[in-house]
């Protein structure tokens, strides 16, 4: 139990809009179940209005479940107001105090729990060294940068050594190349002081880079549960494969099941996808998915690959990458991203061109619905 | 939950302050109006005879239709008044509005009563028009004319309210958007047609909430009329007034003052119909 | 595009608006120097010595004592209510708050004349005799609109999270407000304070009605107004009033756009 910094059990969470019509009565948790362990960069990861917030939120304490109940550390919160909680939030507009200087904000916490005064000065100075602000100590709020706020927000967080800080999209309002420094500097930061991170985004790239556990949700659920590698190459269900990465989905048929692999019939073509965790019948409607850049083109089959057969449709030069859109012979597109100057042996295409879409039989996944 | 408790706590002392001098005072005046007199046995009576005495007398009538009047010319011409004024303000002054406003409405905030005392030095007999025009050899002697008289009630209360008038329609103006105003020249306007049929109908909720935010208070005015209204300019304020503080019957001026609400309730309500509030709370923020 | 010409019709009539605005006030202060106990021109010569009298007048004297102590406490009690109420209302989004905006908003347009007479029969009814205490109870009414109004237009000029983040480090809600909410808004406190006072202070029509012999200083100028040998120290002490209040509005406006964002201002 205490290997978890953050447990929720069958938490649900209602937000019923006035008049008390049923109807209108939004569900933005169901009955959630969730560890978070201990000392892991830990996102939640999903569209808006999935309830990633609100998630967050929850285990800050600014809303109480409507059923099930929240640990930290172990310890029940239930009846545990946000300012006892041993968690602290970095919002995503900052909520810099904006009549205080950097400083005062930092000792915010430090002050409502009356450290005496040099030991607030030597921790604010410790926090604004870790986010790199030594000397803004005594600047206002207004005089800073948008990055220098959230890591002002940062710091203000951190001094107090919760055992969870909780990050609100806070690297919404940056412009890219300052978003993707940050990123970087958040997750060693978050390896430095060791303490759990947990990070609300949509960016399913930021996702990707920063976290060691992602949650993907939607409508209210944990849709899947695992580590960026094996939600990026094994995503549970369509909603994980399209959101995360780019993804190709091929339907098809069932033609015949055997242990290891399943025989799909696209059209007139036979195609063989490694067994997985999914049960089907013969005849049954599947759909099974494939990275862009695991695929190829060629103008005939290799051995020890699958293909289906189409056209080319556009070809794309993004400098690093050529993309291939392909329609298919049934009709559907995929995307096909092939590297530029990488090996002799990949053929170049133009519109029009016949060809087959290859790939290996393990890249391919089958999925649920 | 916590957030209602807290919403609660801060509601609760304004609200009950609220109550008890502002609500609590007018469901005292509804009882008042039944009552046959103020102290001793009449106390404790309970009669419609207020009632019967105020729908007979033609006189309370008169007086609160001529105050509707007088309070409605007061409005228009104030309203008349204050719109170029924001106009200029809005689109003509520039950087330099928000100062130029403030110019206008600090001398309206000093005290009601001295502007009034002011004016009526200066319209007085004695006063300074007065001798100066004679001393211009303009007229031959001082006319009284000028003071005790409806207009001279108008020409003060128009002076009060043009600056507080000016401030909803200033609001109102300041939020069209001049991506409109080029539209509508691109469309082929001219300046005045642009004005006419795009500013001004964007303009009406503010000049509305000026007009009416006049208009209400101005209904029960009985200061002016006593200092400069004369017998001609007494309004229905001040017939409320007599009623309680010299007739002493204060049965008979709570349903006039009953009755006065009743109008402000209704006028109150056609004004969140029609106008902005939020230019009304705009204006008053500038 | 209009052309920034500085004599346009427009700006012509705004100036002799403005003229006429301050051309009684500046005849009041001109005068009040006047050494002349008529008030026309020409003027007869420099004196200070309406400004003496005003010194030695003990009724004038304890009218003003009556119209600043209830100025001040009104002002205070309506600029706490009208924070309230402010706080409750922008920052809370719960059923009531239309009604009670409604309620406090309504003594802005209701004639005093209305208030006057139900505050006498509240006084009357609960045996409280007629003071200038009861008069600053009704000031409290009228001026908390104002109050609610400059409070809740600087509280929706911060971001609304604010609480939550004090409260996140570890403030209880109270605290929350008092280290944080309350002291950004304190310019717009002040302003809405001095405001209230300004009305308090000024206010005749509901005062006439329930002071009694317990006068506040306009319900006193009013009383001397008949008088026609007073009228000099009436014109002397207006004179103060006036000068005294338009300082105290400059300054109030400036409190006001003091830390308002940048795009509210011009």
């Given amino acids: ?369 | 939950m916590e957030n209602r408790r807290r919403f609660a706590s801060l509601m609760g002392p304004p609200s009950l302050y609220l109550f008890l001098l502002f609500l609590l005072p007018l469901g005292l005046m509804f009882v008042y109006s039944f009552r046959a007199g103020i102290t001793g046995p009449a106390h404790d009576v309970f009669t419609l005879d207020n009632y019967r005495s105020f729908l007979t007398n033609s006189h309370f009538h008169r007086l609160f239709w001529r105050s509707a009047l007088i309070s409605l010319t007061i409005s228009v011409i104030s309203s008349l008044l204050a719109y170029p004024l924001a106009y200029y303000l809005v689109f003509q002054a520039g950087r330099n509005r928000v100062t130029l406003m403030t110019l206008l409405i600090i001398p309206a905030w000093t005290s009601y009563l001295l502007r009034v005392f002011a004016w009526k030095l200066i319209l007085g007999s004695s006063g300074l028009l007065n001798s100066l025009l004679l001393s211009l050899g303009v007229i031959e002697k001082a006319s009284p004319m000028l003071i005790y008289s409806r207009s001279a009630v108008i020409v003060t209360l128009v002076y009060v309210w043009v600056p507080f008038v000016a401030l909803p329609i200033f609001a109102a103006l300041g939020r069209i958007d001049r991506n409109l105003l080029e539209a509508a020249a691109d469309l082929g306007c001219k300046p005045w047609e642009a004005f006419l049929r795009v500013t001004l109908p964007l303009s009406l909720p503010g000049v509305a909430a000026g007009f009416f935010f006049a208009f209400i208070p101005t209904l029960g005015e009985f200061v002016t009329p006593l200092l400069v209204g004369g017998a001609s300019g007494q309004m229905y304020g001040n017939l409320i007034q007599d009623q309680f503080m010299r007739a002493l019957n204060w049965p008979m001026g709570s349903v006039m003052s009953l009755a006065m609400l009743v109008a402000v309730i209704t006028l109150v309500f056609i004004l969140t119909r029609l106008a902005s509030v939020s230019d009304l709370v705009g204006g008053l923020n500038e | ?266």
């Avoid at chain 1, 009549?99 to 607030?120: C, S, T, W, Y």
């Avoid at chain 3, 002799?16 to 050494?35: E, H």
Wanted: proline share 5%; glycine share 6%.
């Fill in chain 3, 1 to 266: 595009m209009n052309k920034h010409r500085i004599f346009s019709p427009g700006s012509i009539y705004f100036l002799l608006v403005c003229v006429l605005l301050y051309l009684p006030i500046l005849l009041l202060i001109i005068f009040s120097f006047n050494d002349s106990t008529r008030l026309v021109f020409p003027l007869k010569g420099f004196t200070l010595q309406w400004y003496g009298k005003l010194y030695e007048n003990r009724e004038l004297l304890k009218a003003l004592g009556n119209s600043l102590m209830i100025g001040f406490g009104s002002s205070l009690i309506a600029t706490i209510l009208g924070t309230m109420g402010a706080i409750a209302i922008v920052r809370f989004k719960l059923p009531g708050r239309s009604v009670f905006l409604a309620v406090s908003a309504l003594p802005l347009v209701i004639p005093y004349v209305i208030f006057g007479v139900s505050l006498l029969i509240l006084i009357n009814e609960v045996g409280m005799p007629p003071s200038a205490f009861a008069a600053g109870l009704a000031h409290v009414i009228i001026s908390i609109p104002y109050a609610l109004l400059i409070i809740s237009s600087r509280l929706v000029g911060f971001p609304d999270n604010l609480e939550e983040a004090a409260m996140d480090l570890g403030a209880s809600y109270w605290g929350a407000l008092l280290k944080v909410t309350i002291p950004i808004c304190s310019p717009a406190l002040l302003a809405a304070f001095l405001l209230c006072f300004t009305i308090s202070f000024d206010e005749y029509a509901i005062a006439s009605f329930i002071v009694g012999t317990d006068a506040t200083l306009p319900v006193y100028l009013f009383s001397q107004l008949r008088f026609p040998t007073r009228l000099p120290m009436v014109v002397a002490l207006a004179a103060v009033l006036m000068t005294v209040t338009m300082a105290v509005m400059l300054f109030t406006e400036w409190l006001r756009r003091v830390g308002q964002s940048p795009a509210k201002k011009g």
């Fill in chain 1, 1 to 369: 139990m205490t290997d978890y910094a953050v447990e929720l059990c069958n938490v649900t969470k209602v937000f019923s809009s006035g008049r008390g019509a049923k109807s209108e009565d939004v569900y933005a948790v169901k009955e959630m179940n969730l560890g978070i362990p201990r000392g892991q960069f830990f996102t939640l990861l999903g569209p808006s209005g999935c309830g990633k917030t609100t998630t967050l939120r929850l285990i800050a304490g600014f809303e109480t479940p409507s059923s099930g109940e929240i640990f930290i550390q172990g310890k029940p919160m239930s009846k545990i107001p946000p300012n006892v909680r041993p968690v602290n939030t970095v919002f995503q507009n900052y909520a810099l105090f904006p009549h205080m200087n950097v400083a005062r904000n930092v000792a915010f916490g430090l002050a409502i729990k009356r450290v005496p005064r040099d030991e607030q000065k030597r921790l604010v100075k410790e926090a604004l060294e870790l986010v790199q602000l030594a000397d803004m100590g005594k600047r206002m709020p207004s005089q800073l940068s948008g990055g220098q706020q959230q890591r002002v927000a940062l710091a203000r967080a951190l001094v107090n050594k919760p055992a969870v800080l909780l990050l609100d999209e806070p690297l919404g309002a940056l412009d890219l190349k300052l978003r993707k420094a940050m990123q970087m500097e958040l997750k060693h930061i978050q390896e430095q002081v060791g303490i759990t991170f947990v990070y609300v985004t949509h960016d399913q790239e930021e996702a990707l880079t920063m976290s060691d556990f992602i949650a993907v949700m939607s409508d209210g659920l944990i849709l899947q549960l695992g580590d960026p590698t094996t939600l990026y190459k094994k995503p549970a269900n369509k909603f994980v494969a399209d959101f995360i990465g780019e993804s190709n989905f091929i339907r098809g048929t069932v033609d015949s099941i055997t242990q290891k692999s399943t025989k799909l019939r696209v059209l007139d073509e036979l195609v063989t996808v490694d067994a997985m965790e999914v049960n089907l019948a013969k005849g049954q409607a599947a759909t099974f998915t494939i990275r862009p850049e695991k695929m190829m083109l060629k103008t005939k089959q290799p051995v020890s690959t699958e293909a289906l057969s189409g056209t080319v449709q556009e070809v794309i030069y993004i400098g690093t990458d050529t993309r291939y859109i392909v329609t298919l012979q049934s009709g559907e597109s995929v995307v096909v991203r092939v590297q530029n100057g990488c090996s002799p042996d990949v053929e170049q295409f133009s519109k029009g061109d016949l060809v087959k879409v290859v790939w290996l039989p393990k890249d391919a996944r089958l999925l649920a619905d």
